[in-house]
């Protein structure tokens, strides 16, 4: 019966969000289940890179603009909603004519729309949340304005199954409310109508937020089935599922793993900020001298347009000891056995791809969920450091050079290590085959067929 359910998945078309997306659907796949992922037309590359017998069906929908995206990022969402909410259904009613109807939709969390045209046509529906549960909780109480900010410096914010929070450890759209209007906007409007969906999807697992997942359930039904990474990292069930399938940038693996290759077990400090980093002046000075009077080896990811930002000086002295590339495979790099930490902005991806690899951390959180994503790092999972002390305004080299000692050889390393391993484990068994999130596909399909059959 699991054979003729029809799953659309309708992404929201930024990287971030299509990769966890992504694995979900290649996840749900290998359930026999037909799945097809519904993104933009400009992120046509993704059918370039999968199998000519693909598990994972592609159809794509205009984003409304044939050239360049305006600025703001409310005049993109409003357009976007547009002219998804009138192509959508036409990929419904076509697909309706086929062997194929679709039975459900699971769509990206930033388009609450999408609910609506999933109740038009009577399918289940369902919100998939690719932050983290902590996050998607914090953004929640924003939401319906339960989330009072403290005045006086040094109180902390409380919340139902949250540890308490310092303001700066609060997501930088929810402890600054001016700082990005459009995109607080894009992440409340998330829980504008949320509670009408079937279920609420997490990519995340049970025992990584226990107890935030212990109050979601009591209020919704949700479902954690992450985390979203390639399988062949993780429980090598699905053959062959080594990436995600989409970069936007040129990657160095070979380059990179060759290195690798020559270094010694847990030897290097591993450096990425994500896709999105534009580190000013002073910020990359400081992490390139602190790394070198660190005396580790170190792969840094400095994408081309900050490379000017290098000095000559630095990169003279750097190169018999670090190797700087624009991008590079970052789960095969965090998978190799000369990578001993990782220096990392606390994206979520990123976040759940280190637990799942048991790589200790060095946290550096810039904006948006990051700051909440280091806060459970450092003091729930006890799988990092932070680089530099909230009290303090810039980061210095000397905080760079310390946090790579404290990592890769001080006392802290033993319990840092065997933290991540721990959840390592816990990730594995949630997506082994009877696991949490294994398991929670399964109803899902249930769910589905038990709908599909009665009407």
């Known amino acids: 019966m699991a054979a003729k359910i029809h799953v659309f998945v309708v992404v929201y078309p930024v990287q971030g969000h299509i990769n966890p997306m992504l694995q979900f659907s290649k996840r749900l796949a290998s359930k026999n289940v037909r799945v097809t992922l519904i993104t933009t037309s400009s992120y046509k590359n993704l059918n370039d890179n999968q199998p000519s017998n693909p598990t994972v069906f592609f159809d794509y929908i205009s984003d409304g603009f044939s050239g360049e995206k305006p600025p703001g990022i409310a005049d993109f969402v409003e357009t976007f909603k547009a002219e998804s ?21 699971v769509y990206d969390s930033f388009m609450p729309w999408v609910l609506d045209i999933s109740k038009e046509f009577g399918l289940y529906g369902v919100s998939f949340f690719t932050h983290s549960c902590a996050v998607s909780t914090i953004y929640y109480h924003t939401s319906k304005g339960s989330l009072k900010i403290p005045v006086e410096k040094g109180n902390v914010v409380s919340l139902p199954s949250i540890p308490p929070l310092e303001v700066c450890d609060l997501p930088s759209f929810v402890s ?9 906007k894009l992440v409340l ?77 847990e030897s290097v400090v ?80 990123s976040t759940l791809e280190a637990l799942c690899l048991g790589v200790p951390m060095m946290v550096m959180p810039q904006w948006t969920d990051q700051t909440t994503n280091a806060k459970y790092i450092v003091d729930v999972w006890q799988t990092g450091v932070r680089v530099k002390a909230h009290d303090k305004e ?27 391993l721990k959840l390592k484990e816990m990730a594995l068994e949630a997506m082994s085959e ?14 589905i067929v038990t709908r599909t059959t009665s009407t």
């Open 394 to 420: 810039s980061i210095t080299r000397e905080d760079i050079t310390k946090s790579v000692k404290d990592v890769m050889e001080g006392t802290k390393r033993g319990d840092l290590k065997a933290n991540a």
């Open 434 to 447: 009877g696991g949490s999130s294994d398991k929670y596909m399964d109803d899902f399909i249930s769910q």
């Open 189 to 265: 409007d998330r829980f504008s109508n949320f509670e009408g969906a079937d279920c609420l999807f997490f990519n995340s697992f049970d025992k990584l937020e226990i107890e935030v997942v212990n109050w979601l359930s009591s209020k919704w039904k949700i479902m954690t089935i992450g985390p979203s990474v390639p399988s062949m990292f993780l429980d090598k069930r699905l053959a062959d599922d080594r990436d995600y399938g989409l970069s936007l940038f040129k990657s160095d693996g070979e380059a990179c793993i060759k290195w690798l290759d020559g270094k010694d077990t």
């Open 270 to 349: 591993y450096v990425s900020f994500g896709s999105l980093a534009n580190l000013v002046q002073d910020y990359m000075d400081e992490i390139a001298w602190g790394l070198l009077n660190s005396k580790c080896s170190f792969l840094w990811i400095v994408r081309d347009t900050e490379k000017s930002k290098l000095s000559e000086k630095f990169l003279e002295e750097a190169a018999d000891r670090g190797l700087i590339v624009n991008w590079c495979p970052q789960l095969e790099v965090l998978a190799h056995k000369a990578v001993g930490s990782f220096m990392t902005h606390c994206g979520w991806n």
């Open 176 to 184: 600054d409310l001016d700082s990005y209007p459009g995109v607080l």
């Open 85 to 105: 909410s009138r192509s959508l259904p036409e990929l419904i009613e076509k697909q309706s004519k086929t062997e194929y109807p679709v039975n459900a939709i």
